[in-house]
Every structure is written in C-alpha cells, then in structure tokens.
C-alpha cells in the first residue's frame, strides 16, 4: 500500500523558514516524479513544485520560485520542501503527491494527509 | 498561464441523479485533464485521467469527456457517498487545478 506523510508543519513568524518533509512507503520511491501541492483551508488546490525521480529537474510554481525549494533523498524514500520568505499567504495545508505513472509528471494518483503551516505574528 | 474555470461552483441533487460538471481551459490542452474527488478532511482522489480514462478501483458511475478545451464530469446515477468538492486540473504544462465544483447530496 502506499503511504505518503507528511510532517515538519508549524506556526512560523511571516519572513521565517521551515521545512517540510514526505516520507514515501509501498512503491519504488526513486521510479517517480513527486510534487507538492497545497490549499488554503476552505479553498482550492494549488500545485507548487516537483521534482523528476532522479533529483535533476524541478520546476516550480511563479508564487514561490526563487523562495521554495524542493529536494529528494532516494535512500531514504523522502521528499522536502524548503520554504523561506514566508508570508501569511503561504498559510495553508501542504499535501506531497506521487505521479500516476513512472516517467511521466502528470497526475497525481496517491497523497499524504497534509501538514498545516501557518505564518503569523 | 493556462486558466481553468468550472460549472457550477455547487450543485445539490438527489441519488439517483444524474450529475454533469463542466471545466474549461482557456487555451486547448488536448486531452491532458484529471478530474479528482475530495472530501472534507481528506486529501483528493484520482477518479478520471487523460480526460476520459477512468482510475483504477474508481466506480463505473464516474465518466469524463471532451477534448480541447471543454470537458465534463458524469456522475451516471449519483450515490451518497458521492458527496465532496470536484476538481479539474489541466497537465499540458505546469499543473493548474480548476477552483473546484461542491457537490452536496439531498
């Protein structure tokens, strides 16, 4: 079975740093492409970041590039997210995802629970 | 930036109905669509993939079409437990989810 979870969700002060982590388990971790997506609680997805299976090519989402920053550690089946400049519009539920199918980037076929972050005084 | 809109932004029916929600791209993204469940609490569901590709396990109840530009949701004969938000989210380029569809149950 695949199980996806997240942790490392705070409350962090606005311009403060955090660090999300993903642990992946019941598949080969380091066959697929893996994203983050978050959502504002009581609003809609929004995907941020991925990451291809061997750590090469990210991309990023134009309301964090240059502030987020995604990783992956294949030994140990995880997934991160660096975030920094955090402002109360990054407040929101953070959700890793597996891609649907290996080599491909497109759908996301199995999430964690999320990890709540909010950014407050 | 491709822009994703849906229809209705909620419905209510009753079991049994039969229910259609619409997403719209606003340029052509080919067949490069997913439609997901999610309920509140949870973290979404794949139901449908490529448009019209049903999800394993998903129930055959759910259906997808269109191409280009205009796709709907089908939910065939509408159950209880099909309650939740519905979200299109086009994958021609960098993932964007349509701002979601409520579906209440009488």
């Known amino acids: 079975e695949v199980q996806l979870v997240e942790s490392g969700g705070a409350v962090v002060q606005p311009g403060g740093s955090l660090r999300l982590s993903c642990a992946a388990s019941g598949f080969k971790f380091d066959d697929y492409t893996m994203h983050w997506v978050r959502q504002v609680p009581g609003k809609g997805l929004e995907w941020l970041s991925l990451?291809?299976?061997?750590?090469?090519?990210?991309y990023y989402a134009d309301s964090v590039k240059g502030r987020f920053t995604i990783s992956r550690d294949n030994s140990k089946n995880s997934l991160y997210l660096q975030m920094s400049s955090l402002t109360t519009e990054d407040t929101a539920f953070y959700y890793c995802?597996?891609?649907?199918?290996?080599?491909?980037?497109?759908?996301?076929?199995?999430w964690g629970q999320g990890t709540l972050v909010t950014v407050s005084s | 930036d491709i822009q994703m809109t849906q229809s209705p932004s909620s419905v209510s029916a009753s079991v049994g109905d039969r229910v259609t929600i619409t997403c719209r791209a606003s340029q052509d993204i080919s067949s490069w669509l997913a439609w997901y469940q999610q309920k509140p609490g949870k973290a979404p569901k794949l139901l449908i993939f490529?448009?019209?590709n049903l999800q394993s396990g998903v129930p055959s109840r759910f259906s997808g079409s269109g191409s280009g530009t205009d796709f709907t949701l089908t939910i065939s004969s509408l159950q209880p437990e099909d309650f939740g938000t519905y979200y299109c989210q086009q994958a021609y380029n960098s993932p964007r989810f349509g701002p979601g569809t409520i579906l209440d149950v009488k």
């Open positions: 995802a597996k891609t649907f199918q290996i080599s491909d980037w497109k759908y996301f076929d199995n």
């Open positions: 990451i291809s299976w061997n750590g090469l090519s990210t």
């Open positions: 490529a448009a019209s």
